[in-house]
């Protein structure tokens, strides 16, 4: 019995000895770390390639990266994922925002990358359907040498919320092209890293600044608000009521939830009969289009604004309503449109995309893939410094409070602290609409005399309310819906 | 920017009756057109032409190409008449664009007639219906991707300015579909006391009997499509103008749906009655936005988009007491 006692101790001190070498082994990359896209040689590359990195590269440590999916480790490269919509309702925009990301990649690794670690992103359409989304998220997310590191951007809050717990059990980082108040909130989502501020506080933002702009035409406020189903236009419609109800302002409309199918009649009928002299919405360009177009026809005139993706230049400013949505509607945004003067990284980002893409048309949106670059780069920058290019290591420094990102600029700087309250950016940006100053052009024919313009003019930039500020958010706006 | 002080357009009864009125005019207008288009088909060939709604959207895409693009249709040389880029077509351009356009959907029509409908002749009718689905179905994705996301303006003259009616707002372009309507309408009508029409009628009444008179049947079904495509096209240019939803342009969002709202027309009216389409556009609109206008406030109650319902619950209504619809002719059979 003696003997079988010392049998056992031994064996479980073998056992545990060997459970800290393959530590080790995680830790250093001088094994396989359990995936099958070798992380061998990584301190051999990083000698070699310490050299090209540039003067902005810092130090190369040289040490060994512990890697597992996503990563080529003989090669140096990390790739990213991008769940697109490219072909669905969204696609003109966000096919402009990859090309931004991508560009941001290539000029990240002409300029010889990070430690001679460059990036690659894979681009895959979702075409905006949940269920091909969900299939593409699981090709990027695979656990093989096909797999990606993080995923940098993926459209629409419906997948997104959809892959959100799938990403955070497989540890898969998730930039999202959505500013849902869920996202923020790490119990809905761990692995979800939200960007800029979200439809909520922007809302109140919004019609905080509206109010301001009703009053200084010598009206009383008074709110209507008009939004669509779903996470997108309630969680915008409640931002607005939390607002008017810290404001006091009166809802003399609310449409939350009022606007589906094609038929906005009603809608049109009350908002009209309402008496405001202000409008907040959260809606799709086309449904704007159809609702104030009717309305300002049928004699309403108040001031309008709405969430940022209700608003779109090149839907509205051809439109036949241009000249009134120059005059009534004021778009509220999270950053910086194209050819802001005086923001580095708008001079960075207009450079690269100039040279990169001339056969493409000037647009703001280009700011939204530069930035989701931004992010996944100084994300890739601290994994590296730590020796870690692990998945959970990509999530793990996102949910450290010390990360902060700085976006030159072009946003507000962010930083991902645990409690909702603190996570969640308050500020946004209005731009006032301009459609006599609406000129596309090539990127090949930019100037800095001639930079071309959406018309959409920044008149406060980071303006942060004071309901905004001051509001203290135990949660997310509004529940998931499913 | 506004430089006086904001006054709300307070809207009284009877100026919100005025509007409502003539938005139901219009919208009835454009009802009519489509309906028309359906009802010329479907009188010539006994087909119910399922293609209405990519064949009527394509003619409002021959528009944008024509007039914003400056270009032809699958042709690579530019358009002469266009206007230059940045302007806008005088009225009298704009028309003319209007019946280049027209022209084009009716080649069209003429052609799918040629291609797919003809070789069916003699088929059973349920045959050439699932033909002209198939035909929809083919037609709907290049819509779709060349009018993308954010649409193809149209281009018309006048925008989405509007007239003061002693305080109701009325849009030009609701007067316009009015006019254009009621050209089309009175057009047709004329049509069928022509020759041409009488032979359609023939054909529609009985085709063999009709051959025997030495009626050319595929000239018919040929004239038959190219009016119908045109028609369709003419309706969805109409409905193009602002401020009915598209704000002036082609819409992906609202044109592909826009044939499949005028089933309650013919089906009220009755599949082969031109005065069917027009008495049918109109009732069906009417009803369809006075409920929007002044049900609005239990808009919570009915359902968001409860007027779109409306038109449905009409046609139900006739279908269960006259399935034949108003002006439809009863098929008689021997028992």
Not at chain 1, 329 to 356: K, N, R
Not at chain 2, 83 to 89: K, L, Y
């Amino acid at each position: 019995m003696r003997r079988l006692k010392v049998l056992l101790a031994l064996l479980l001190a073998l056992s545990m000895l060997a459970a800290a070498c393959g530590g080790d082994d995680d830790s250093s990359g001088s094994d396989d770390g359990g995936s099958d896209s070798s992380d061998d040689g990584g301190g051999d590359d990083g000698d070699d390639d310490g050299g090209d990195s540039g003067g902005d590269d810092g130090g190369d440590t040289g040490g060994e990266i512990a890697t597992d999916y996503g990563v080529d480790a003989e090669n140096k490269i990390i790739y990213v994922g991008l769940n697109a919509d490219l072909t669905g309702p969204f696609a003109s925009l966000v096919a402009e925002i990859v090309a931004a990301q991508e560009v941001y990649w290539e000029v990240f690794n002409a300029n010889g990358g990070y430690q001679g670690w460059t990036v690659e992103p894979v681009v895959l359409d979702s075409g905006y359907q949940t269920d091909i989304g969900i299939q593409n998220y699981e090709t990027l997310a695979q656990e093989s040498s096909d797999g990606v590191l993080m995923i940098t951007e993926n459209t629409g809050s419906p997948i997104t919320a959809a892959i959100a717990e799938q990403a955070a059990e497989d540890n898969v980082l998730v930039i999202p092209l959505s500013w849902a108040s869920l996202w923020p909130d790490p119990t809905f989502g761990s692995a979800i890293l939200e960007k800029q501020t979200t439809y909520c506080v922007e809302a109140m933002n919004g019609v905080e600044w509206l109010a301001g702009k009703v009053e200084s035409e010598g009206l009383d406020p008074a709110l209507a608000i008009i939004g669509r189903p779903g996470e997108y236009g309630e969680d915008g419609s409640v931002g607005a009521a939390l607002a008017a109800e810290e404001l006091g302002i009166p809802v003399v409309y609310d449409g939350t939830g009022a606007v589906a199918g094609d038929d906005r009649s009603a809608v049109i009928a009350e908002l009209v009969s309402s008496g405001a002299t202000m409008v907040w919405v959260t809606l799709t360009p086309g449904e704007l289009l159809d609702i104030f177009g009717n309305s300002v026809s049928q004699g309403l005139q108040a001031y309008w604004s709405g969430s940022s993706p209700s608003f779109n230049y090149l839907v509205h400013m051809p439109s036949d309503f241009a000249a009134e949505f120059s005059e009534y509607y004021f778009q509220s945004q999270y950053q910086a449109p194209w050819a802001t003067p005086g923001i580095a990284g708008m001079e960075d980002l207009i450079a690269a995309m100039v040279e990169a893409r001339p056969e493409l048309n000037i647009s703001d949106v280009f700011t939204t893939g530069w930035i989701e670059g931004i992010m996944a780069e100084t994300l890739i920058r601290a994994a590296i410094d730590q020796g870690d290019l692990t998945r959970a290591n990509m999530v793990a420094i996102s949910q450290d409070s010390s990360f902060s990102v700085d976006f030159k600029g072009l946003s507000a700087n962010q930083s991902w602290p645990a409690d909702y309250n603190e996570a969640v950016v308050r500020s946004s940006w209005i731009y006032d609409v301009d459609a006599t100053k609406f000129n596309l052009i090539p990127l090949g024919d930019y100037t800095p005399e001639n930079p071309g313009s959406t018309g959409l003019i920044p008149i406060e930039q980071d303006y942060t309310g004071s309901v905004a500020e001051n509001y203290v958010f135990d949660g997310p706006c509004i529940e998931a819906s499913g | 920017m506004i430089t006086a002080v904001l006054q709300f357009a307070q809207v009284g009864a009877g100026a919100t009756l005025i509007q409502t009125l003539v938005k139901a005019l219009a919208l009835g207008s454009v009802y009519v057109l489509i309906a028309l288009g359906f009802v010329i088909i479907f009188k010539a060939t006994q087909v119910l032409n399922f293609a209405a709604g990519a064949l009527s959207m394509a003619g409002a895409m021959f528009m944008t190409i024509l007039i914003s693009d400056g270009g032809f249709p699958l042709l690579p040389f530019a358009n002469p008449l266009a206007p230059a880029e940045g302007e806008t077509a005088g009225i009298v351009l704009f028309f003319v664009h209007v019946l280049i356009a027209l022209a084009l959907a009716a080649i069209l029509g003429l052609v799918i007639e040629r291609v797919a409908i003809r070789p069916m002749v003699g088929q059973p009718l349920f045959a050439m219906a699932v033909i002209t689905l198939g035909i929809e179905i083919a037609i709907r994705p290049f819509n779709l991707d060349a009018t993308a996301l954010e649409g193809r303006q149209l281009g018309v003259p006048w925008g989405a300015n509007s007239w003061d009616w002693g305080g109701a707002v009325v849009p030009k372009s609701y007067l316009v579909a009015v006019i254009v309507a009621a050209i089309a309408g009175v057009s047709v009508l004329f049509f069928f006391r022509t020759k041409l029409g009488v032979a359609m009628r023939a054909v529609a009444f009985d085709q063999e009997a009709a051959m025997a008179q030495g009626i050319n049947v595929g000239r018919v079904f040929a004239i038959a499509w190219a009016m119908g495509t045109a028609l369709a096209a003419l309706g969805a240019i109409v409905y193009g103008m602002a401020p009915f939803p598209p704000g002036g342009s082609v819409s992906q969002e609202i044109h592909p749906l826009l044939a499949l709202r005028v089933l309650p027309v013919i089906v009220l009216g009755g599949l082969d009655s031109v005065a069917g389409a027009i008495y049918g556009g109109l009732i069906i609109a009417t009803a369809e936005v006075f409920a929007g206008q002044y049900l609005s406030q239990w808009n919570s109650t009915l359902g968001s988009g409860y007027s779109t319902i409306v038109p449905y619950l009409v046609m139900l209504f006739m279908l269960l007491v006259k399935p034949y619809g108003l002006f439809g002719t009863p098929e008689i059979r021997r028992v």
